[in-house]
């Protein structure tokens, strides 16, 4: 009798069991092993003496042809063209991900109709029927165009022969998590599945010249769903985060091979689908009210700089632990700038719930925070006011001293531009009368924190 041979493969880092096992003992991660029926190649490898290879086809360096004549497709956003580093290069594979219902494929959609102007466009989805993706379409006013092409497909190979055809400039797959290969025998979205469709794909985009746009799932974690090595083998990879309901959503590149990392669109969903938001600085602050816990802090998004009000609320324990939340702020560090603020202060915090907001959904990765995350927390432990005026940035050490930060000017420029008169900044953060500088933590609430 044979027994179909089913082998356990780890859906992280791709090893293999012969039993099912609850973590993995190869990268440790828990209850990853997915069963797959073992496809025997039926050759067994035999070690060759490397004899066979010819010769390479070698050119040198300066015949070859850049490609960057090649006029790059602009999306219809500028500033997602320039977090592309231009436009999208046709031939390229950019892997955007993001949350369930951020807005991945609206945001494809209204590039399609935007390219299809010009060119043809081809909309595969896995995820969605023909008729789900025209009312989209109609809601995003781009059902009139004979230049989308939507197919209906889970297909890689006939997606790839489609894009061999060479009758589209910009393809769009939807997602590569439904994506499967027939001659592979397990389920969409496994690890085998996602890098041998890719592959197909991205193999077919090259000898095209089509540019492709795979969107792809992200984990509860937040990371993109399915093997690191996706994401080296696309062009680019962008992400789309942000708050699923309301606020801003920012795209951000996390690598690109023909342009810099640093730049960032940042855009709204309304009822007409995504748009940029030109001054999102006013648009944060528009709705401040200044009570105490709030301070207007100065990060900067990408290279571009923007003013954030932070927001603070403590309140007495009432029962057990303090507890302390975090929306848009790393908890630990957090938990870290509370310690810091107990032992350099004479903050009393230890009986106190602490919940920090950043308003409008946005996610600090910026060193620059700290301060503006104290000063908001010391501000409502004490219900003491800070100045209208006032913009915050600058890192606190574990000492309680103020350190300083990158792109110090560009802070306080933006500040200005938004009528704001001081910003509490390190030492040394610029020769200017705007910022009053401060050394440490200490000297700064009992300075600025006003009854
Ligand atoms: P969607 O683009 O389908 O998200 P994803 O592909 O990332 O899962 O939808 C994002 C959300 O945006 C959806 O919940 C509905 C909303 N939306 C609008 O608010 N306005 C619009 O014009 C459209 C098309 C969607
Ligand atoms: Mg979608």
């Known amino acids: 009798m044979v027994r179909s041979k089913t082998l356990f493969v780890c859906q992280n880092c791709a090893a293999t069991y012969p039993k099912w096992v609850g973590r993995c ?3 440790g991660e828990w209850n990853t092993l ?5 496809v025997s190649s039926g050759k067994s490898v035999v070690a060759r003496s490397g004899n066979s290879g010819k010769l390479l086809d070698v050119q040198t360096m300066r015949s070859i042809s850049s490609r960057e004549g090649a006029t790059r497709l602009q999306t219809g956003f500028s ?12 031939g390229s594979v950019i892997l955007i991900a993001g949350q369930p219902g951020i807005g991945k494929s609206t945001l494809l959609l209204q590039v399609s109709a935007y390219v299809a102007h010009n060119d043809a466009v081809l909309y595969a989805s896995g995820e969605e029927s023909a008729s789900q993706v025209k009312l989209r379409a109609i809601r995003l006013g781009a059902e009139k165009s004979e230049q989308i092409s ?6 890689a190979d006939d997606i790839a022969a489609t894009i061999r055809s060479g009758g589209y400039k910009l393809v769009v797959i939807d ?19 996602i890098t041998n469709s890719s592959n197909v794909i991205i193999r077919a985009a090259k000898q095209s010249g089509a540019a492709v746009v ?13 093997p690191k090595v996706l994401e080296h083998l696309v062009d680019v990879v962008l992400q789309l985060e942000g708050d699923r309901y309301g606020g801003f959503k920012i795209v951000r590149a996390a690598k690109n091979r023909f342009g810099s990392t640093n730049e960032a669109a940042i855009f709204e969903m309304n009822e007409g689908g995504l748009s940029l938001v030109k001054n999102p600085s006013a648009a944060l602050l528009a709705e401040r009210q200044n009570t105490d816990g709030s301070v207007v802090l100065a990060t900067i998004e990408g290279t571009r700089p923007l003013l954030v009000e932070i927001q603070a609320l403590v309140n007495p324990t009432n029962f057990g632990y303090p507890k302390r939340t975090a929306s848009g702020f790393d908890l630990n560090r957090l938990n870290l700038l509370i310690a810091v603020l107990e032992r350099r202060t004479k903050l009393n915090l230890s009986d106190k719930d602490i919940y920090i907001n950043v308003v409008g959904g946005l996610k600090l990765n910026d060193q620059a925070a700290d301060l503006a995350i104290c000063m908001a927390i010391a501000s409502a432990a004490a219900s003491r006011r800070i100045d209208d005026g006032i913009v915050v940035f600058g890192e606190v050490g574990l000492g309680g001293e103020i350190r300083s930060v990158q792109s110090a000017d560009r802070r306080v420029a933006e500040a200005k531009k938004l009528g704001f008169t001081q910003a509490i900044a390190p030492k040394g953060a610029a020769k200017n009368t705007f910022i009053k500088d401060v050394s440490d933590l200490r000297t700064a609430l009992i300075d600025y924190l006003q009854k």
Not at 34 to 38: T, W, Y
């Open 79 to 90: 500033d997602l063209d320039e977090v592309l580093g231009g436009g999208v290069l046709p």
């Open 25 to 27: 003992d190869n990268c």
């Open 214 to 226: 795979l969107v792809g799932h992200v984990t509860k974690e937040g990371s993109i769903a399915g």
């Open 150 to 155: 939507f197919a209906s497909s889970t297909s």
């Open 34 to 38: 997915v069963e797959q029926v073992a």
């Open 175 to 193: 997602s590569i998590q439904t994506l499967a290969l027939d001659e592979i025998t397990s389920a969409p979205g496994t690890v085998s599945q």
